[in-house]
């Protein structure tokens, strides 16, 4: 089967910046300032969320459980958000919830990202058996509907934070790995790259000072789209209750308690899905914007590549 | 032509091959006894050895995993722990209630993203050009589950227009295959767009409007039909997704689909039935998109000639 051509790779090309390209500072990029923002405040949350929480997120108060969001009858201005079903604060919940969706995004791109680039060039450039065990787990990993691969690994491996990180390490790193590989491809031929070869240089040398600075830019790219998918699927997987298991809180939990209470108590699950809609958008702004940045051939209006990888399953 | 599709069937094959092994293998890592973890932890010591003999895992693996590929080639994909039915059974019960959501979804997504795209693309850079695309961005970062549980709150809890749950009539139907179109109808349009624009630039479309056709006639005739190729394609990429997403959106809805089924496999730790659903959806995602490269050679002659 040819999904590999026939599907329409994200058009993220690699380029050397031209000498006299025009100023593009950062700040002329709303988007990506939007991304920036949003992704370190969540970042600084997940961090250090004990500045910013009001209460503490496991502390129950029956007394007052359900109670509304603020503005709402009958809300207090001690829970701006309102309480859970066991009287925690939902807005203290919904930070220290952050930790876990960053946690398991983050670590699971800073593992895959440098796995994957090592395969891809190697892949690319050396070809031979890495090659061919590469696109094959590529072509294995697009036939699974990835969710309920994850959920198959998650059920042997047990529930757990480092256990998401791992499934989604794992699953993640081809995909990373086969654009890095085209990009390789298509460098090799380049003439900077058959120069330096005519100059003698190392296989390695090449690599790492001719090709390797070519396909940073296009990876960043790809990772940073690949962060909100993931932040995603974990999302799903904590909502499934394959995710980090309660009391410690997580978005996706929450919308799952939510859900029982959704008809006296709304609140309980519209907050922490807005939360992930949030700082799913603000990767997908710095993605955009990266690309936008990184990547000054491309037209910011002709978006193919919105929305990152095509063929990815998601939740 | 015959040695592409020849070709084709081979590595078909050959992924299926490899998913039945990942498959099989994953299920057989697990630390410890695989029969007593099927069991748990109260099951006496005849019953687990009893269930060792019965799936076979006192067997060395090649023999294993020789029985397994044999029966699933003959249809057999073993028996479900829990239910103490044949795993092919429960997957013909449940496989038509996905297969059905993932349809009206599919549909769904097409009818409404589709004109959006090329709305988007003819008046590019309007007000509904730009609330288009804003809005496919919020649904491609929405998990889908939340906006099942919030349809939930508003159509059933609040104005009571439409069941919760379950499936069997139209009303049942509508909110979870909405949840379930929402990721795939955002992605479409977004492509739709795309491809418009780009097509829109060709010297062809150039030449339709200089002989004079009517706007609405080079859009619709002359661009459309090339926009239309990839959009198979990525439709055809989208079954995995939709299968993931469909997990999720059956777990909202209590729809009696496979995600229900593996979900509530993998919460028992029903090997068997686990290993069928993901080998079956691996099958469906293989041969469809199998399917759609055949179609788009039909479609598309500038392919079939390579």
Same mark, same amino acid.
């Given at each position: 089967?040819?999904?590999?051509?026939?599907?329409?790779?994200?058009?993220?090309?690699?380029?050397?910046?031209?000498?006299?390209?025009?100023?593009?500072?950062?700040?002329?990029?709303?988007?990506?300032?939007?991304?920036?923002?949003?992704?370190?405040?969540?970042?600084?949350?997940?961090?250090?969320?004990?500045?910013?929480?009001?209460?503490?997120?496991?502390?129950?108060?029956?007394?007052?459980?359900?109670?509304?969001?603020?503005?709402?009858?009958?809300?207090?201005?001690?829970?701006?958000?309102?309480?859970?079903?066991?009287?925690?604060?939902?807005?203290?919940?919904?930070?220290?919830?952050?930790?876990?969706?960053?946690?398991?995004?983050?670590?699971?791109?800073?593992?895959?990202?440098?796995?994957?680039?090592?395969?891809?060039?190697?892949?690319?450039?050396? *070809? =031979? /058996?890495?090659?061919?065990?590469?696109?094959?787990?590529? $072509?294995?990993?697009?036939?699974?509907? %990835?969710?309920? !691969? &994850?959920?198959?690994?998650?059920?042997?491996?047990?529930?757990?934070?480092?256990?998401?990180?791992?499934?989604?390490?794992?699953?993640?790193?081809?995909?990373?790995?086969?654009?890095?590989?085209?990009?390789?491809?298509?460098?090799?031929?380049?003439?900077?790259?058959?120069?330096?070869?005519?100059?003698?240089?190392?296989?390695?040398?090449?690599?790492?000072?001719?090709?390797?600075?070519?396909?940073?830019?296009?990876?960043?790219?790809?990772?940073?789209?690949?962060?909100?998918?993931?932040?995603?699927?974990?999302?799903?997987?904590?909502?499934?209750?394959?995710?980090?298991?309660?009391?410690?809180?997580?978005? *996706? =939990? /929450?919308?799952?308690?939510?859900?029982?209470?959704?008809? $006296?108590?709304?609140?309980?699950?519209? %907050?922490?899905? !807005? &939360?992930?809609?949030?700082?799913?958008?603000?990767?997908?702004?710095?993605?955009?914007?990266?690309?936008?940045?990184?990547?000054?051939?491309?037209?910011?209006?002709?978006?193919?590549?919105?929305?990152?990888?095509?063929?990815?399953?998601?939740? | 032509?015959?040695?592409?599709?020849?070709?084709?069937?081979?590595?078909?094959?050959?992924?299926?091959?490899?998913?039945?092994?990942?498959?099989?293998?994953?299920?057989?890592?697990?630390?410890?006894?695989?029969?007593?973890?099927?069991?748990?932890?109260?099951?006496?010591?005849?019953?687990?050895?009893?269930?060792?003999?019965?799936?076979?895992?006192?067997?060395?693996?090649?023999?294993?995993?020789?029985?397994?590929?044999?029966?699933?080639?003959?249809?057999?994909?073993?028996?479900?722990?829990?239910?103490?039915?044949?795993?092919?059974?429960?997957?013909?019960?449940?496989?038509?209630?996905?297969?059905?959501?993932?349809?009206?979804?599919?549909?769904?997504?097409?009818?409404?993203?589709?004109?959006?795209?090329?709305?988007?693309?003819?008046?590019?850079?309007?007000?509904?050009?730009?609330?288009?695309?804003?809005?496919?961005?919020?649904?491609?970062?929405?998990?889908?589950?939340?906006?099942?549980?919030?349809?939930?709150?508003?159509?059933?809890?609040?104005?009571?227009?439409?069941?919760?749950?379950?499936?069997?009539?139209?009303?049942?139907?509508?909110?979870?295959?909405?949840?379930?179109?929402?990721?795939?109808?955002?992605?479409?349009?977004?492509?739709?767009?795309?491809?418009?624009?780009?097509?829109?630039?060709?010297?062809?479309?150039?030449?339709?409007?200089?002989?004079?056709?009517?706007?609405?006639?080079?859009?619709?005739?002359?661009?459309?039909?090339?926009?239309?190729?990839?959009?198979?394609?990525?439709?055809?990429?989208?079954?995995?997704?939709?299968?993931?997403?469909?997990?999720?959106?059956?777990?909202?809805?209590?729809?009696?689909?496979?995600?229900?089924?593996?979900?509530?496999?993998?919460?028992?730790?029903?090997?068997?039935?686990?290993?069928?659903?993901?080998?079956?959806?691996?099958?469906?995602?293989?041969?469809?998109?199998?399917?759609?490269?055949?179609?788009?050679?039909?479609?598309?002659?500038?392919?079939?000639?390579?």
């Amino acid at each position: 089967m040819t999904v590999e051509h026939a599907r329409p790779t994200a058009r993220i090309e690699i380029s050397a910046r031209p000498p006299h390209a025009p100023s593009r500072t950062i700040l002329r990029h709303s988007g990506l300032v939007f991304g920036v923002v949003t992704v370190s405040l969540a970042l600084l949350i997940a961090l250090f969320p004990g500045f910013a929480t009001p209460q503490d997120p496991l502390a129950q108060d029956i007394g007052n459980r359900l109670l509304p969001p603020v503005w709402a009858a009958g809300g207090s201005p001690r829970w701006l958000l309102g309480t859970d079903q066991l009287g925690r604060d939902i807005l203290s919940r919904l930070l220290y919830g952050s930790r876990v969706s960053l946690t398991v995004g983050f670590w699971s791109v800073l593992i895959g990202g440098p796995v994957g680039l090592l395969l891809g060039l190697v892949a690319g450039y050396r *070809g =031979g /058996m890495v090659d061919i065990l590469v696109m094959r787990l590529v $072509d294995l990993h697009l036939a699974f509907p %990835f969710v309920l !691969l &994850a959920m198959a690994m998650i059920a042997i491996l047990g529930p757990g934070l480092w256990n998401m990180v791992l499934v989604f390490a794992v699953t993640s790193w081809m995909l990373y790995a086969r654009t890095v590989r085209s990009s390789v491809l298509a460098l090799r031929e380049r003439e900077f790259v058959q120069g330096a070869l005519a100059l003698g240089a190392s296989g390695s040398r090449i690599v790492l000072r001719h090709i390797l600075p070519n396909v940073v830019n296009s990876l960043l790219v790809l990772l940073s789209f690949d962060l909100a998918r993931i932040i995603l699927a974990e999302s799903a997987l904590s909502f499934l209750g394959l995710g980090v298991p309660p009391p410690t809180p997580s978005w *996706g =939990g /929450m919308l799952s308690e939510g859900r029982e209470y959704i008809e $006296d108590a709304w609140w309980i699950a519209a %907050f922490p899905g !807005l &939360a992930i809609m949030l700082v799913t958008v603000g990767v997908s702004f710095l993605g955009d914007g990266l690309r936008d940045l990184l990547d000054p051939r491309f037209e910011p209006l002709n978006d193919t590549t919105r929305g990152g990888d095509v063929g990815t399953s998601r939740a | 032509m015959r040695n592409a599709y020849l070709r084709q069937i081979m590595q078909a094959s050959i992924v299926l091959l490899n998913v039945s092994i990942v498959v099989f293998v994953l299920v057989r890592v697990v630390p410890g006894d695989p029969a007593r973890l099927m069991l748990g932890m109260e099951a006496t010591d005849e019953a687990v050895r009893a269930a060792r003999t019965q799936f076979g895992f006192d067997r060395p693996f090649y023999v294993q995993y020789a029985q397994f590929i044999g029966g699933a080639l003959r249809g057999d994909l073993g028996q479900s722990v829990r239910f103490r039915r044949p795993v092919g059974d429960l997957l013909r019960e449940t496989f038509p209630a996905t297969v059905e959501l993932a349809l009206a979804a599919t549909l769904i997504a097409l009818a409404l993203a589709v004109p959006a795209g090329i709305y988007a693309a003819v008046h590019r850079g309007g007000l509904l050009d730009r609330a288009l695309m804003a809005g496919t961005l919020i649904g491609q970062a929405m998990p889908i589950f939340w906006l099942g549980i919030m349809l939930i709150t508003l159509f059933s809890v609040r104005l009571g227009w439409l069941p919760t749950s379950g499936r069997g009539s139209l009303a049942q139907l509508v909110m979870p295959s909405v949840t379930l179109s929402t990721y795939v109808m955002a992605l479409l349009a977004r492509l739709t767009r795309s491809n418009m624009l780009d097509v829109l630039r060709e010297h062809y479309v150039r030449t339709a409007r200089a002989k004079g056709l009517r706007e609405i006639v080079i859009v619709h005739k002359h661009a459309l039909m090339s926009a239309a190729l990839p959009i198979i394609t990525v439709l055809g990429l989208q079954v995995g997704a939709l299968l993931s997403g469909a997990v999720v959106t059956e777990t909202v809805f209590n729809w009696p689909g496979i995600g229900t089924l593996a979900l509530r496999a993998i919460q028992q730790r029903d090997y068997p039935v686990v290993q069928g659903v993901v080998l079956v959806s691996a099958a469906l995602f293989v041969l469809i998109n199998g399917t759609v490269d055949v179609a788009y050679r039909y479609l598309d002659p500038r392919i079939r000639l390579t």
